[in-house]
């Protein structure tokens, strides 16, 4: 990509802050540590779970730490015969818009705002650097070889999980990441200064869930796209996925594996009826945790970690894989439930009432395609189709490779419903009349087909791309990217689309969004060199329990 012309690497913004001496974290001291140079070998995260728990029995002895490092477009062919292309004249608008986002503190960058829409009258929070926003804009810089605005953002938003994180009179969790953070710039006394929010200030007043997931993962690409081993191996950095773990491994009086969220605590940042066990969060737990086992290291503490985590990915990639998944066989089967069943001899484990399952499920499901429900709890089942939680259930290899590949033949199969003219929609179907009244408390900004109530976000093209590559079926990121093309720019790259097909810009989507920006980059740059995936995916456990399917007979 730098033969283009494009000036990848030219790194200038709008939003860049002086240097200041105050008393800080210094991040460019971390800055200076060697990077190592790490022979590619079989990665740790290769390897099954049940060889870790084969060598948590024995002892931690022989824990290897070794990591894989992903292929930068740095030291790879640019494209390979088979995927390349022409860039696209996008391709350089993107990147200037990407960079004019830009968020520097003390003259180093540390992130990117989440919009530069300066028509917009009301800014709100999108001037500030958003944890889960920020992801797709890391992995565009670390793709295109600048690693280093990923390290800062790292280990800036690392110190402010240490921020004491109060909401009114209560004391959140030590762990919890912040969902966004401002950069205030005093200009007489040339200082800056960092406003996290951890969700006190939110609309809703929700803490996020998901950052902590995403930091982790985020430093996994790190790690993967560098070979940088020290920043992971850091006290700091293994402090910090201690006390994420630390809050999502706890015991309490759950008795399922997944993680029990409120409403508003992940992308669908406002109530739409996800609370108790959304597919997003069990996803990204899920990924995570597979992400922090190959991070933590073996000491007395960090191998209790571990070995509470190989225990916890077991139990919960067999829930999701025999509760949250739904194909027409399952269909059938759930469609025949008896209910009012008792012992362990049940099938119908969680009392769901045939009648409670909505007419337009029966339609949209194909013959042949599958997904992971958005949610399930007793008494109920979340039918609707959410496409983060599918894709990252793809990449992380929450979904087994048949399920893998399911849910690329339901997107082919409905791609009217869940793509039409701007991939992707975030969520199928939209809640509407006296549903949606009750479950979003009559939102406006969720009416039907609208933001997260239906709506479609061109940021998850990236997640589309990434799953498609994964699942070998590229052809189907083409068609979405030509779609993304002949819309993003021309729409000054909105936030999301209305209508049932996408076709209208969000009532109040802003322009210039910088995940739109960055994921339609990756979604490019993942497609042009296929190897960059490894920063992000992760690999089957072939000695994962296989997928259970009910049947009458099943007891355990």
Excluded at 466 to 474: L, M, N, S, W
Aim: glycine share 6%; with cysteine; net charge negative.
């Amino acid at each position: 990509m730098e033969g283009t012309g494009t000036g990848l690497r030219n790194v200038s913004s709008h939003c860049s802050i002086s240097e200041t001496e105050m008393d800080d974290f210094d991040l460019s001291k971390l800055l200076d540590k060697p990077r190592l140079n790490i022979e590619r070998q079989r990665s740790f995260d290769e390897r099954s779970l049940s060889e870790l728990s084969i060598g948590l029995t024995r002892g931690l002895d022989n824990y290897e730490s070794s990591y894989s490092p992903g292929r930068s477009a740095l030291d790879t062919p640019a494209s390979s015969a088979r995927n390349s292309f022409e860039p696209h004249p996008m391709v350089a608008e993107a990147w200037d818009a990407l960079r004019r986002s830009l968020v520097h503190f003390r003259g180093q960058p540390v992130g990117t705002i989440a919009a530069v829409d300066h028509a917009s009258e009301e800014v709100l929070n999108y001037d500030q650097v958003f944890v889960r926003d920020f992801v797709p804009s890391a992995l565009a810089f670390l793709m295109n070889g600048e690693p280093d605005i990923v390290k800062n953002f790292l280990l800036k938003t690392l110190q402010l999980q240490g921020w004491e994180k109060r909401v009114d009179r209560f004391k959140l969790g030590e762990g919890v990441m912040p969902a966004s953070f401002k950069v205030l710039h005093d200009p007489v006394r040339n200082t800056d200064t960092i406003m996290a929010d951890f969700g006190e200030s939110a609309i809703g007043r929700v803490a996020p869930v998901d950052s902590g997931f995403w930091w982790i993962i985020l430093l996994r690409a790190y790690t993967k796209s560098t070979g940088d081993v020290s920043l992971a191996e850091t006290p700091e950095c293994q402090r910090g996925m201690k006390l994420i773990l630390s809050l999502c491994l706890s015991e309490g009086f759950d008795t399922f594996p997944t993680l029990l969220c409120a409403d508003g605590c992940s992308m669908i940042d406002r109530r739409m009826g996800i609370y108790g066990y959304p597919i997003e969060i069990q996803a990204l737990f899920f990924m995570a945790l597979r992400s922090a086992l190959v991070m933590l290291k073996p000491d007395n503490e960090g191998g209790e970690f571990i070995e509470r985590i190989v225990k916890r990915l077991h139990a919960l990639s067999y829930h999701m894989r025999s509760y949250f998944w739904l194909d027409f066989q399952q269909l059938n089967d759930i469609y025949r439930y008896k209910t009012e069943e008792y012992s362990h001899t049940a099938v119908n484990k969680f009392n769901v009432i045939p009648d409670s399952i909505p007419d337009w499920v029966f339609e949209f499901m194909p013959t042949r395609g599958g997904y992971f429900i958005g949610n399930v709890s007793p008494a109920r089942m979340d039918f609707r189709w959410f496409a983060l939680g599918n894709c990252i259930a793809i990449l992380s290899s929450l979904a087994t490779p048949e399920q893998a590949s399911a849910i690329m033949d339901l997107i082919e199969a409905r791609w009217d419903e869940l793509v039409a003219e701007m991939p992707l929609k975030i969520s199928y179907p939209a809640l509407e009349n006296h549903e949606w009244r009750l479950i979003t408390g009559c939102d406006p900004k969720n009416t039907r087909w609208s933001y997260h109530n239906g709506g479609t976000w061109p940021v998850l093209l990236w997640l589309l791309t990434a799953a498609c590559i994964k699942t070998g079926r590229p052809q189907i990121a083409r068609r979405a990217i030509d779609l993304a093309e002949s819309r993003l720019s021309k729409d000054v790259w909105p936030e999301y689309y209305d209508g049932k097909v996408g076709r209208y810009i969000g009532k109040q989507a802003r322009k210039y969004q910088t995940w739109s920006i960055a994921g339609y980059l990756v979604a490019k740059m993942l497609l042009e060199d296929p190897s960059h995936l490894g920063m992000i995916a992760l690999e089957e456990d072939k000695q994962m329990n296989p997928v259970i399917k009910r049947s009458a007979s099943w007891t355990c």
